[in-house]
């Protein structure tokens, strides 16, 4: 049962250009939503984000969007670069976190 | 200040031994969360700790695995007659609030790595 979905499991974009991260979810409910950040061989880290109660929050390069109506959240990353290639999991909180399956990102120079 | 430090960071265990896992959180925090993340999958929930409870482990296995918080000491994630299928990246992460609501997130470590052969 996974209450955090997304569905690219990778995406390849130009160095410069705009990284689209889509994620969706299923419970209405949920209060926060956030992005972590993923290299190999280490853990997760936090990268922004979003209370349900907003629908953007920006934060340099990264812009984490919400659209509650349709249970989807964006993260865009703009412009991008190749130290921004990893494995980008979005979560969302209620009681819990509950975490996506991810989107491996690849910044091509 | 030191992260949330995870080890060993690589374990390697032949199918019927056991696996002692262990995590210090930050620095100030008390929540600790173990987290497994299986190939190909994304990271799931497994237990939340506070120091000396279980306050939530919907997330474990029913049979071999177990989980503590002592009051001194690392949490203990603990996998009995580890299986091919206990294979996976085992990550902690701490908070200095509960589970659930919160803008800032989890703090992860840097993972423990099973392989059972």
């Known amino acids: 049962d996974q209450q955090v979905k997304q569905n690219s499991p990778s995406l390849s974009v130009q160095e410069g250009r705009i990284s689209i991260l889509n994620c969706d979810y299923t419970n209405s409910m949920f209060d926060y939503f956030l992005w972590y950040k993923k290299y190999p061989a280490e853990g997760p880290t936090f990268l922004i984000s979003?209370?349900?109660?907003?629908d953007k929050n920006e934060d340099g390069r990264f812009t984490v969007f919400l659209n509650k109506s349709a249970k989807h959240l964006s993260l865009h990353i703009v412009p991008s670069q190749p130290g921004d290639s990893a494995v980008y999991f979005c979560a969302a909180t209620g009681n819990q976190f509950y975490f996506g399956t991810g989107t491996s990102l690849t910044v091509i120079p | 200040n030191a992260g949330v430090m995870q080890n060993p960071r690589h374990l390697v265990r032949r199918r019927g031994q056991e696996a002692r896992l262990r995590c210090s959180p930050m620095?100030?925090?008390?929540?600790v969360y173990w987290y497994r993340q299986l190939p190909e999958e994304g990271l799931k929930f497994m237990v939340y700790l506070q120091k000396e409870n279980i306050i939530d482990e919907s997330g474990m296995p029913k049979e071999r695995f177990s989980a503590e918080f002592p009051k001194e000491g690392p949490s203990i994630l603990r996998i009995q007659q580890v299986v091919r299928g206990d294979s996976a990246a085992y990550f902690c992460?701490?908070?200095?609030?509960?589970?659930?609501?919160?803008?800032?997130?989890?703090?992860f470590g840097s993972g423990t790595r099973l392989t059972v052969v």
């Open positions: 620095k100030g925090h008390s929540h």
């Open positions: 992460a701490s908070s200095h609030t509960g589970q659930g609501a919160s803008l800032e997130g989890y703090t």
């Open positions: 979003i209370s349900s109660i907003k």
